[in-house]
């Protein structure tokens, strides 16, 4: 029972870095695991990373690890994906997710596992 709106999007070259933002309106944002899922073309959507409703538990896919950084800005209602050393395989159109969580488990990796999401926001990696 969220909207989610991303931005931040744009084109990149390889080693830049970007912000990308999801405002959350709706419900109750502290109660939402918020994740960051990503789709390039003629593939599926795949999990980037999640935070926890406290925004103390965090995420992150083997190809992000290290390089991508997922926070909760609980003050703007925000969820940010900084993304550092970004690489031409980073090309997608970037989603973020929301799903209530009453028991506090935040360990959501499948897209499946979210029914709030965003319109996405394309992101080009050019080398």
């Known amino acids: 029972q969220v909207q989610l709106v991303e931005s931040g999007g744009g084109q990149m070259q390889a080693g830049d870095s970007l912000s990308l933002s999801c405002a959350v309106s709706?419900?109750?944002?502290?109660?939402?695991?918020m994740g960051w899922f990503r789709q390039a073309p003629e593939k599926d959507r795949e999990f980037v990373a999640v935070?926890?409703?406290?925004?103390?538990?965090?995420y992150y896919a083997d190809s992000v690890k290290g390089r991508f950084t997922i926070s909760r800005v609980n003050a703007k209602n925000t969820v940010c994906l900084q993304m550092n050393g970004l690489k031409p395989e980073d090309t997608a159109v970037y989603y973020c997710?929301?799903?209530?969580?009453?028991?506090?488990?935040?360990?959501?990796?499948?897209?499946?596992?979210?029914?709030?999401w965003g319109q996405g926001t394309q992101v080009f990696v050019s080398s």
């Open positions: 997710a929301a799903e209530r969580s009453y028991s506090g488990n935040y360990y959501y990796t499948l897209a499946e596992d979210f029914r709030s």
């Open positions: 709706g419900r109750t944002f502290g109660n939402y695991v």
């Open positions: 935070i926890s409703w406290s925004g103390n538990n965090t």
